[in-house]
Protein backbone atom coordinates (compact mmCIF):
# COMPACT_ATOMS: atom_id res chain seq x y z
CA UNK A 1 0.00 0.00 0.00
CA UNK A 2 3.00 2.31 0.47
CA UNK A 3 4.42 1.76 -2.22
CA UNK A 4 1.22 2.69 -4.30
CA UNK A 5 0.89 6.00 -2.11
CA UNK A 6 4.41 7.05 -3.39
CA UNK A 7 3.72 5.89 -7.01
CA UNK A 8 0.54 7.75 -7.40
CA UNK A 9 2.08 10.64 -5.47
CA UNK A 10 4.80 10.42 -8.20
CA UNK A 11 2.10 10.56 -10.95
CA UNK A 12 0.03 13.39 -9.15
CA UNK A 13 3.28 15.84 -9.26
CA UNK A 14 4.46 15.20 -13.09
CA UNK A 15 0.70 15.41 -13.85
CA UNK A 16 0.83 18.85 -12.13
CA UNK A 17 4.07 19.87 -13.61
CA UNK A 18 2.85 19.39 -16.92
CA UNK A 19 -0.16 21.60 -16.12
CA UNK A 20 2.58 24.24 -14.97
CA UNK A 21 4.77 24.04 -18.06
CA UNK A 22 2.16 23.74 -19.97
CA UNK A 23 0.34 27.18 -19.13
CA UNK A 24 3.87 28.84 -20.19
CA UNK A 25 3.63 31.93 -22.79
CA UNK A 26 1.57 34.73 -24.01
CA UNK A 27 -2.04 34.34 -23.59
CA UNK A 28 -4.89 36.58 -24.39
CA UNK A 29 -7.56 36.46 -21.58
CA UNK A 30 -11.25 38.18 -21.76
CA UNK A 31 -13.42 39.20 -18.87
CA UNK A 32 -14.65 40.94 -16.29
CA UNK A 33 -11.76 42.94 -14.02
CA UNK A 34 -11.70 42.19 -10.04
CA UNK A 35 -8.66 43.31 -7.99
CA UNK A 36 -7.05 41.02 -5.52
CA UNK A 37 -3.94 42.98 -4.44
CA UNK A 38 -1.88 45.90 -5.14
CA UNK A 39 -1.17 45.80 -9.30
CA UNK A 40 -3.13 42.23 -9.70
CA UNK A 41 -6.42 41.37 -11.22
CA UNK A 42 -8.44 38.81 -11.82
CA UNK A 43 -9.31 38.44 -15.13
CA UNK A 44 -11.71 35.47 -15.80
CA UNK A 45 -10.27 33.12 -13.82
CA UNK A 46 -6.31 34.48 -14.46
CA UNK A 47 -4.59 36.53 -11.75
CA UNK A 48 -2.32 38.75 -13.24
CA UNK A 49 0.04 41.37 -12.79
CA UNK A 50 -0.30 44.89 -14.54
CA UNK A 51 2.62 45.24 -16.57
CA UNK A 52 5.16 47.84 -15.57
CA UNK A 53 2.95 49.52 -12.62
CA UNK A 54 4.23 49.31 -9.47
CA UNK A 55 1.48 50.33 -6.32
CA UNK A 56 2.29 50.82 -2.95
CA UNK A 57 1.80 47.48 -0.76
CA UNK A 58 -2.20 47.53 1.48
CA UNK A 59 0.17 48.83 4.96
CA UNK A 60 2.23 51.98 3.36
CA UNK A 61 1.50 54.99 5.54
CA UNK A 62 2.43 58.07 4.27
CA UNK A 63 2.13 61.37 5.47
CA UNK A 64 -0.08 64.51 4.20
CA UNK A 65 1.34 67.70 6.59
CA UNK A 66 1.33 66.44 10.26
CA UNK A 67 -1.10 64.10 9.38
CA UNK A 68 -1.04 60.01 8.91
CA UNK A 69 -2.96 58.43 6.08
CA UNK A 70 -3.53 54.80 4.94
CA UNK A 71 -2.43 55.70 1.75
CA UNK A 72 -1.44 52.10 0.39
CA UNK A 73 -5.14 51.12 1.71
CA UNK A 74 -6.80 54.41 0.20
CA UNK A 75 -4.64 53.18 -3.48
CA UNK A 76 -6.12 50.12 -3.47
CA UNK A 77 -9.72 51.53 -2.94
CA UNK A 78 -9.10 53.76 -6.26
CA UNK A 79 -8.01 51.03 -8.04
CA UNK A 80 -11.09 48.85 -7.20
CA UNK A 81 -12.92 51.91 -7.89
CA UNK A 82 -11.12 52.18 -11.63
CA UNK A 83 -12.15 49.04 -12.64
CA UNK A 84 -15.01 47.89 -10.95
CA UNK A 85 -17.61 46.33 -13.38
CA UNK A 86 -15.62 47.05 -16.50
CA UNK A 87 -14.83 44.19 -18.84
CA UNK A 88 -11.25 43.32 -20.22
CA UNK A 89 -8.97 41.79 -22.58
CA UNK A 90 -5.41 41.17 -21.60
CA UNK A 91 -1.90 40.36 -23.52
CA UNK A 92 -0.30 37.98 -21.08
CA UNK A 93 3.31 37.69 -20.74
CA UNK A 94 5.86 35.81 -18.76
CA UNK A 95 9.48 36.56 -17.87
CA UNK A 96 12.26 34.50 -17.26
CA UNK A 97 13.27 34.40 -13.54
CA UNK A 98 9.71 35.91 -12.57
CA UNK A 99 6.95 33.25 -12.06
CA UNK A 100 4.11 35.89 -12.12
CA UNK A 101 2.04 36.36 -15.21
CA UNK A 102 2.34 39.81 -16.42
CA UNK A 103 -0.61 41.55 -18.74
CA UNK A 104 -1.28 44.39 -20.59
CA UNK A 105 -5.39 45.12 -20.57
CA UNK A 106 -7.83 47.38 -22.37
CA UNK A 107 -11.16 47.58 -21.75
CA UNK A 108 -13.41 45.61 -23.80
CA UNK A 109 -16.57 45.93 -25.83
CA UNK A 110 -18.73 42.89 -25.33
CA UNK A 111 -20.96 43.56 -27.83
CA UNK A 112 -18.30 44.31 -30.87
CA UNK A 113 -16.54 41.26 -29.14
CA UNK A 114 -13.05 44.05 -29.87
CA UNK A 115 -11.28 45.75 -27.41
CA UNK A 116 -12.49 49.74 -27.13
CA UNK A 117 -10.78 51.55 -30.40
CA UNK A 118 -8.89 54.50 -29.05
CA UNK A 119 -9.02 53.48 -25.33
CA UNK A 120 -6.11 54.06 -22.49
CA UNK A 121 -4.94 51.00 -21.33
CA UNK A 122 -5.66 50.03 -17.54
CA UNK A 123 -2.00 50.39 -17.06
CA UNK A 124 -1.59 53.41 -18.42
CA UNK A 125 -4.88 54.82 -16.89
CA UNK A 126 -3.42 53.45 -13.12
CA UNK A 127 -0.41 55.70 -13.72
CA UNK A 128 -1.94 58.51 -14.83
CA UNK A 129 -4.55 58.62 -11.76
CA UNK A 130 -1.31 58.97 -9.56
CA UNK A 131 -2.42 56.18 -7.66
CA UNK A 132 0.28 53.88 -8.91
CA UNK A 133 3.91 54.58 -9.87
CA UNK A 134 6.02 53.15 -13.23
CA UNK A 135 7.52 50.20 -12.13
CA UNK A 136 11.54 50.02 -11.84
CA UNK A 137 11.31 46.84 -13.71
CA UNK A 138 9.76 46.62 -16.90
CA UNK A 139 8.28 50.18 -16.78
CA UNK A 140 9.69 52.56 -19.41
CA UNK A 141 6.57 52.95 -21.27
CA UNK A 142 5.02 54.35 -18.54
CA UNK A 143 7.50 56.59 -17.47
CA UNK A 144 6.20 59.66 -18.54
CA UNK A 145 2.81 59.66 -17.36
CA UNK A 146 4.07 59.24 -13.84
CA UNK A 147 6.08 62.21 -14.14
CA UNK A 148 3.06 63.84 -15.00
CA UNK A 149 0.89 62.48 -11.93
CA UNK A 150 3.86 63.42 -9.64
CA UNK A 151 3.80 67.05 -11.13
CA UNK A 152 0.09 67.58 -10.50
CA UNK A 153 0.79 65.71 -7.27
CA UNK A 154 -2.67 63.14 -8.15
CA UNK A 155 -3.22 60.25 -6.02
CA UNK A 156 -0.01 59.31 -3.95
CA UNK A 157 1.84 61.89 -5.28
CA UNK A 158 -0.17 64.34 -2.76
CA UNK A 159 1.30 62.91 0.11
CA UNK A 160 4.91 62.48 1.45
CA UNK A 161 5.61 58.97 -0.03
CA UNK A 162 8.14 56.69 2.37
CA UNK A 163 11.57 56.27 0.94
CA UNK A 164 11.81 52.72 -1.33
CA UNK A 165 13.57 50.05 0.67
CA UNK A 166 16.63 48.52 -0.59
CA UNK A 167 16.60 45.14 -0.82
CA UNK A 168 17.67 43.74 2.44
CA UNK A 169 20.19 40.83 2.87
CA UNK A 170 18.78 39.87 6.18
CA UNK A 171 15.41 40.40 8.22
CA UNK A 172 14.50 40.31 11.59
CA UNK A 173 11.75 40.92 13.93
CA UNK A 174 8.04 40.00 14.57
CA UNK A 175 6.35 38.71 11.57
CA UNK A 176 3.14 39.17 10.75
CA UNK A 177 1.99 36.15 8.01
CA UNK A 178 0.23 37.86 5.40
CA UNK A 179 -1.00 34.65 3.82
CA UNK A 180 0.53 31.26 3.39
CA UNK A 181 3.87 31.89 2.23
CA UNK A 182 4.35 35.62 3.02
CA UNK A 183 5.31 37.84 5.93
CA UNK A 184 6.06 41.06 6.88
CA UNK A 185 8.34 42.18 9.20
CA UNK A 186 9.23 45.75 10.35
CA UNK A 187 7.88 47.09 6.63
CA UNK A 188 9.18 44.43 4.41
CA UNK A 189 7.34 41.76 2.76
CA UNK A 190 8.99 38.27 2.08
CA UNK A 191 8.32 35.40 0.45
CA UNK A 192 9.01 31.66 1.85
CA UNK A 193 11.90 30.74 -1.02
CA UNK A 194 10.73 27.74 -2.37
CA UNK A 195 7.41 27.34 -0.89
CA UNK A 196 4.28 28.01 -2.91
CA UNK A 197 0.85 28.47 -0.88
CA UNK A 198 -2.71 29.05 -1.84
CA UNK A 199 -4.19 32.54 -2.44
CA UNK A 200 -6.33 33.75 0.37
CA UNK A 201 -8.77 33.51 -1.90
CA UNK A 202 -8.52 29.75 -2.85
CA UNK A 203 -11.07 27.09 -2.23
CA UNK A 204 -9.96 23.24 -1.69
CA UNK A 205 -12.22 20.27 -1.49
CA UNK A 206 -12.81 17.43 0.75
CA UNK A 207 -15.80 14.99 1.16
CA UNK A 208 -17.63 17.25 2.96
CA UNK A 209 -17.49 19.90 0.31
CA UNK A 210 -15.17 23.08 -0.46
CA UNK A 211 -13.54 25.36 2.98
CA UNK A 212 -11.06 28.21 1.89
CA UNK A 213 -7.58 26.32 2.32
CA UNK A 214 -6.04 29.75 0.87
CA UNK A 215 -7.25 30.81 4.73
CA UNK A 216 -6.76 27.88 6.31
CA UNK A 217 -2.90 28.01 4.84
CA UNK A 218 -2.20 31.67 6.19
CA UNK A 219 -3.82 30.75 9.83
CA UNK A 220 -0.98 27.97 9.93
CA UNK A 221 1.51 30.49 9.42
CA UNK A 222 0.28 32.63 11.76
CA UNK A 223 0.83 29.74 13.98
CA UNK A 224 4.24 29.00 13.51
CA UNK A 225 5.48 32.52 14.06
CA UNK A 226 2.63 34.00 17.03
CA UNK A 227 4.83 35.49 20.00
CA UNK A 228 8.49 34.71 18.15
CA UNK A 229 11.03 36.51 16.07
CA UNK A 230 11.93 35.50 13.13
CA UNK A 231 14.81 35.86 11.10
CA UNK A 232 15.63 35.42 6.95
CA UNK A 233 18.61 35.17 5.00
CA UNK A 234 17.58 37.27 1.83
CA UNK A 235 17.94 35.22 -1.42
CA UNK A 236 17.45 37.23 -4.43
CA UNK A 237 15.80 36.24 -7.40
CA UNK A 238 17.13 37.81 -10.86
CA UNK A 239 14.41 39.25 -12.98
CA UNK A 240 12.22 39.16 -9.53
CA UNK A 241 11.89 42.35 -7.72
CA UNK A 242 10.12 40.66 -4.80
CA UNK A 243 11.97 40.11 -1.67
CA UNK A 244 12.62 35.86 -0.82
CA UNK A 245 13.88 34.60 1.87
CA UNK A 246 14.26 31.30 4.21
CA UNK A 247 13.22 31.88 7.24
CA UNK A 248 12.98 30.63 10.98
CA UNK A 249 12.64 31.65 14.59
CA UNK A 250 15.72 33.79 15.61
CA UNK A 251 18.48 33.52 18.11
CA UNK A 252 19.47 35.94 20.46
CA UNK A 253 21.59 37.82 17.89
CA UNK A 254 18.64 37.52 15.42
CA UNK A 255 20.38 35.15 13.53
CA UNK A 256 17.81 32.01 12.59
CA UNK A 257 18.03 29.58 15.64
CA UNK A 258 20.11 26.74 15.25
CA UNK A 259 18.86 23.41 14.67
CA UNK A 260 14.99 25.50 14.12
CA UNK A 261 13.49 23.92 11.33
CA UNK A 262 12.88 27.04 8.41
CA UNK A 263 9.15 27.92 7.91
CA UNK A 264 9.49 27.10 4.42
CA UNK A 265 10.24 23.65 5.16
CA UNK A 266 7.74 23.42 7.79
CA UNK A 267 4.65 24.69 5.71
CA UNK A 268 5.43 21.96 2.67
CA UNK A 269 5.78 19.53 5.41
CA UNK A 270 2.35 20.99 6.81
CA UNK A 271 0.68 20.12 3.26
CA UNK A 272 -0.34 24.10 3.58
CA UNK A 273 1.93 24.94 1.26
CA UNK A 274 3.37 23.43 -2.05
CA UNK A 275 7.08 22.97 -3.23
CA UNK A 276 8.00 25.35 -6.04
CA UNK A 277 9.67 23.11 -8.07
CA UNK A 278 10.50 25.87 -10.61
CA UNK A 279 12.94 26.92 -8.48
CA UNK A 280 13.53 24.73 -5.67
CA UNK A 281 14.46 20.79 -6.49
CA UNK A 282 14.69 20.12 -2.81
CA UNK A 283 11.21 20.52 -1.94
CA UNK A 284 9.69 18.16 -3.45
CA UNK A 285 10.36 15.03 -1.34
CA UNK A 286 8.81 16.83 1.40
CA UNK A 287 5.81 17.69 -0.11
CA UNK A 288 5.93 13.82 -1.30
CA UNK A 289 5.98 13.13 2.67
CA UNK A 290 2.98 15.28 3.08
CA UNK A 291 0.83 13.73 0.44
CA UNK A 292 1.72 10.26 1.56
CA UNK A 293 0.56 11.01 5.16
CA UNK A 294 -2.71 13.23 3.82
CA UNK A 295 -1.56 16.78 5.65
CA UNK A 296 -3.35 19.86 5.09
CA UNK A 297 -4.54 20.22 1.55
CA UNK A 298 -3.32 16.60 0.58
CA UNK A 299 -6.57 15.69 3.00
CA UNK A 300 -8.60 16.20 -0.09
CA UNK A 301 -8.56 17.26 -3.33
CA UNK A 302 -6.94 20.72 -4.30
CA UNK A 303 -5.54 22.51 -7.77
CA UNK A 304 -1.71 23.97 -7.03
CA UNK A 305 -1.53 26.90 -6.59
CA UNK A 306 0.53 28.38 -9.64
CA UNK A 307 -2.18 27.03 -12.30
CA UNK A 308 -5.26 28.27 -10.04
CA UNK A 309 -3.64 31.71 -11.03
CA UNK A 310 -3.60 30.99 -14.30
CA UNK A 311 -6.97 30.11 -14.25
CA UNK A 312 -7.41 26.16 -13.80
CA UNK A 313 -9.76 25.42 -11.64
Known sequence: MANARRWLAAVCLAAAA????????????????????????????????LLGVSMAEEDTVCR???AEAACGLIALGKFADLVGGKYYVCDTQQFE????????????????????????????QLVQSGWAMASAHRGEELAAD?????????????YALPEPKAMPDRLFGPADAADGNTLTIGGVWVR????????????????AGTYSCGAMS??????????????????PV?????????????????????????????MVRSGWAVADRRRVEEMIPIEIEANNNHRGMWGGQFTAPAPWRRGVR
Open 18 to 49: LGWAGTAGAQEIVGFATVRGPNVVQIANWWVS
Open 64 to 66: RGA
Open 97 to 124: GDVRTWATCTEYDREQRAPIQGATTLNR
Open 146 to 158: AAAAKAAAKGLWA
Open 192 to 207: LWGADAPELAQTCRIA
Open 218 to 235: QAHLIELTMGKRIACDVH
Open 238 to 266: PGDDRVWGVCAEADAQGKRKTGAPTLNDA
